[in-house]
């Protein structure tokens, strides 16, 4: 079903983001994603060099590789258009996603690595949706969890809510399901001797 018919408008951007996932031949997973930003007509960017009409601003890959644990074994960037010289430096900080995990925590990791002036802000938006191109590569990501929790993906979303009959229908073991109370943590109180008001002062150690 296409969109309402829109109000007279001039075409200013067009961003296109596209994801692609692979199993390699060594059972180890590559997702790659891929922006390319362009406008319409010529424009010149401040500081720099004047854009043809569709020129691409920025044109950036990305390749992540996950073992079957969803670890990020290697990271390879190219970035064959930016908009001024020194955005090539944030490709090598990319590698600093190496070890991290994709599933929970996963936006956080990428802040912690890449975040502020650590790295490129496209860069980092790739990455955030990357996660989610990793799941629907491998099928496996919607299976039951060993240690019987939920799947990652349930409680994510509308359709995915523990109290939808989607879940009543796929998970039924998990409908209505409630996260386990955390255990109340004890409180310590520290006890201090008294000491007498004309006690010596502690020599130093």
């Known amino acids: 079903m296409p969109l309402p018919t829109p109000q007279p408008r001039t075409p200013m951007h067009t961003r296109r983001v596209e994801y ?19 406008k319409p007509h010529a424009f010149h960017l401040t500081g720099e060099r004047a ?11 990305i390749r992540v590789t996950l073992d079957d644990q969803m670890v ?3 990271v390879a960037v190219a970035m064959d258009a930016v908009p001024h010289g020194p ?13 991290s995990s994709i599933g929970r925590g996963w936006r956080q990791a990428i802040e912690r690595h890449l975040g502020g002036v650590q790295g490129c802000t496209h860069l980092r938006e ?17 299976g039951l969890p060993d240690d019987g929790s939920p799947p990652i993906h349930l409680g994510k979303c509308l359709t995915w809510d523990f109290n939808s009959p989607v879940v009543e229908r796929i998970y039924p073991m998990f409908f ?6 955390k255990a109340p943590v004890a409180a310590t109180t520290a006890t201090t001797a008294p000491v007498a008001p004309d006690a010596p002062a502690q020599a130093p150690q």
């Open 176 to 181: 209505r399901w409630q996260p386990p109370a």
């Open 87 to 99: 955005c090539t430096q944030a490709e090598e900080p990319m590698r600093r996603m190496i070890g």
């Open 126 to 142: 790739l990455l955030f949706n990357l996660a989610t191109a990793a799941f629907q590569t491998r099928s496996a990501s919607f």
């Open 20 to 38: 692609r996932g692979f199993q390699r031949d060594d059972g180890w997973w590559d997702i790659e994603g891929e922006m390319h930003d362009s």
């Open 72 to 74: 990020v074994r290697d």
């Open 51 to 61: 854009r043809e009409p569709n020129e691409a601003i920025h044109h950036m890959h």
